[in-house]
């Protein structure tokens, strides 16, 4: 079991969470995601890895409170152990040099985007983020992004904090006034969806991790299926990143609310 060496809370259902793995902390690379378990018979979930210390043998896990099962892994606290943490998983986030890169998220989707901005701007990269949310409160990691980008952007929906509008302003903004050679963008699929329809207009490439439905985390139980270019992928093994302007995002979100009443 992994024990929680660290806890902290960034709003009132987003929690942070600094875990004992040495193994996943030595082989973690950007875009890399777990899978954890509270409890012999806790349902799995999938958590990207938002940073790791390989010295100290440690992950860094963002989690919000949603469902029963996510508010079972936040009621968790430091001394605890967390039942199983399998991982790393999926395929890495592809990093070159190729000029300014724009990453955005949304909510709790910038806690994974912090290990990709973190690795494009140690490829040599212009990096240039911009952080969306409803409220100044659920603005999370802003100071860590702010290390590793050349510019950091804020928008919020009711302009409590930043620029008051949505990522998609932000994001035009910039593309407007240079050129952006990659745009990477990590939140709600009605944000992904919306980036990517923005930068398609602009043809400026772009990759959407999608956090979609999954279970098992191997591809093997085929809930997390989704269509890509007309062809039929699996986010856990083919993923979870992927060309945004390919992805049909309508029946990403359809799936993606086949759970709600449940949850």
Do not use: W
């Amino acid at each position: 079991m992994n024990k929680i060496i660290k806890k902290e809370y960034f709003s009132e259902k987003v929690v942070k969470l600094v875990v004992e793995a040495p193994l996943i902390a030595r082989s973690r690379k950007a875009g890399h995601f777990v899978i954890v378990r509270v409890g012999a018979k806790g349902e799995r979930i999938p958590l990207t890895i938002a940073s790791a210390d390989k010295d100290k043998g440690t992950i860094t896990l963002v989690v919000q409170a949603v469902g029963k099962s996510s508010s079972k892994l936040c009621a968790l606290n430091e001394g605890d152990y967390i039942t199983d943490v399998v991982g790393p998983l999926g395929q890495a986030t592809h990093i070159e040099k190729v000029g300014t890169v724009v990453c955005c998220g949304g909510g709790v989707g910038v806690a994974p985007l912090l290990p990709i901005v973190e690795a494009f701007k140690k490829a040599g990269n212009r990096v240039i983020t911009v952080l969306a949310a409803r409220t100044k409160e659920l603005i999370i990691l802003e100071e860590q992004m702010k290390t590793n980008s050349d510019e950091v952007i804020i928008m919020t929906d009711d302009g409590s904090y930043g620029q008051k509008g949505l990522v998609t302003q932000g994001v035009e903004d910039v593309i407007k006034r240079e050129k952006i050679d990659l745009c990477v963008t990590i939140g709600p699929a009605i944000m992904m969806k919306f980036v990517s329809l923005l930068t398609k207009k602009y043809n400026i490439p772009t990759v959407a991790s999608l956090n979609t439905i999954m279970v098992d985390g191997t591809g093997m139980c085929g809930a997390c299926r989704i269509t890509v270019g007309g062809k039929t992928k699996f986010v856990c093994v083919d993923g979870p990143e992927f060309d945004a302007h390919q992805v049909d995002f309508d029946e990403m979100m359809m799936r993606l609310s086949s759970y709600k009443d449940m949850e």
